[in-house]
T-cell receptor, first 114, second 114 residues
Framework: RKEVEQDPGPFNVPEGATVAFNCTYS??????FFWYRQDCRKEPKLLMS???SGNEDGRFTAQLNRASQYISLLIRDSKLSDSATYLC???????????????FGKGTKLSVKP | ETGVTQTPRHLVMGMTNKKSLKCEQH?????MYWYKQSAKKPLELMFV???????ENNSVPSRFSPECPNSSHLFLHLHTLQPEDSALYLC?????????????FGSGTRLTVV
């Protein structure tokens, strides 16, 4: 089983739509969680951290369910500029000698159309 | 503008060539990383350096040789590569490997092996 799994998409949505991405992770020892955004042929950039209590940053809401080992990202009122690949990322801390490295999902591609 | 600078941005090399990728970070971070991103695959961790000491080698073939002369600079020396090594090579840094707040990535070197 892959460590971090995401639906690759693409998700094609009209401007103004609400879209949700899901991600599951296999290691219950995982300690911290992030969503990164990667534009075409660019480097990944941190979008937001994901906290157990859920957190919101403008139009973006992230949720974590530790019991189900599941992370979500909700984007409201989609903009054309939201078009990108969204990477689910998990940090296992110092479990198993991993030195706290980040494990990336393959990403979910979002395309927002006019 | 990213605090992590990678050169060159693009590189085409033959299978018998020797080349080096360079990464420099201006963020005062103590940990640096090399990641490989191939088409349709998640980012794969290659090497981790913490306070310029290598702390992780993720089963990378010996044709990839990292060097970290100080906490601000990281190199990836390449020799006798294969066409399947063509990928985007990303350097990243963080305050330390265990920090939960994510990494800062460079823009990457897009490598093509012919």
């Amino acid at each position: 089983r892959k460590e971090v799994e995401q639906d690759p998409g693409p998700f094609n949505v009209p401007e103004g739509a609400t879209v949700a991405f899901n991600c599951t992770y296999s290691n219950s020892a995982s300690q911290s969680f992030f969503w990164y955004r990667q534009d075409c042929r660019k480097e990944p950039k941190l979008l937001m951290s994901v906290y157990s209590s859920g957190n919101e940053d403008g139009r973006f809401t992230a949720q974590l369910n530790r019991a189900s080992q599941y992370i979500s990202l909700l984007i409201r009122d989609s903009k054309l500029s939201d078009s990108a690949t969204y990477l689910c990322v998990v940090n296992m801390g110092n479990y198993g000698g991993s030195q706290g490295n980040l494990i990336f999902g393959k990403g979910t591609k979002l395309s927002v159309k006019p | 503008e990213t605090g992590v600078t990678q050169t060159p941005r693009h590189l085409v090399m033959g299978m018998t060539n020797k080349k080096s990728l360079k990464c420099e970070q201006h963020l005062g971070h103590n940990a640096m990383y090399w990641y490989k991103q191939s088409a349709k695959k998640p980012l794969e961790l290659m090497f981790v350096y913490n306070f310029k000491e290598q702390t992780e080698n993720n089963s990378v073939p010996s044709r990839f040789s990292p060097e970290c002369p100080n906490s601000s600079h990281l190199f990836l020396h390449l020799h006798t590569l294969q066409p399947e090594d063509s990928a985007l090579y990303l350097c990243a840094s963080s305050q330390d490997p265990g920090q939960p707040y994510g990494y800062t990535f460079g823009s990457g070197t897009r490598l093509t092996v012919v």
